[in-house]
């Protein structure tokens, strides 16, 4: 069935307010970071609640829309994600990364303790959908689930930054203890653990630089 509007453009700009636009959303976005290290100061669920509706503004394939945010503010829940990645993580630690991704990782000073998992305010876990289950039981197709739940993901983090709070993409593999933790159903899968917060005081984050352009981009 297809059913059409016109589509009111919301934003119209000379090129030198586009530039300036530009220039902001650029500076803005570049002092973005990952945070480890969480204050333990409570943020409102409704500022939770806009943050993913604006993730699902994403595009995604036949906009299928395939996504769960599971959050989790209750601190029995969190301890029990903490402990499960905890689990994984000492294995990844200890054996499952190579020496070589270990090696990678030393600027960042990680191991396998997880607190950041307790002492944020959320967790905002976002599970791809591999298909939907529709009522009486039918599976129905989704498309670029990855695609989708990474781009989805993205303006996350973009909205997250936006509203002054800080988080991490973290991914304690194999994640399928969320799964059991979170009692999501078959059709699911989790695709990253993201801590939301504010920065704990003091807070530090590794000194990294980003890309030029003319190593990132090619024109033709
Ligand atoms: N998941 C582990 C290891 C880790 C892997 C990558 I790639 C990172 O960029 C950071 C960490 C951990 O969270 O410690």
Redesign the pocket.
Known sequence: MKSFRPYHHPLSFSEKAMQERVDAYFELMDRRRSLRHFAERPIPRDVIEKIILTASTSPSGAHKQPWTFCVVGSPEIKKAIRQAAEEE?YE??HGR?SDA?LK??EV?D???H?PFLEKAPWLIIPFKKLYDVKEDGIHTKNYYVNESIGLACGILLTAIHQAGLVALT????PMRFLQKILKRPENERPFLVIPVGYPAAGAEVPELTRKSLEEIACFY
């Open positions: 993580e990844n630690y990364m991704w990678d990782l960042f990680t191991d396998w997880k973290h991914t304690p593999s």
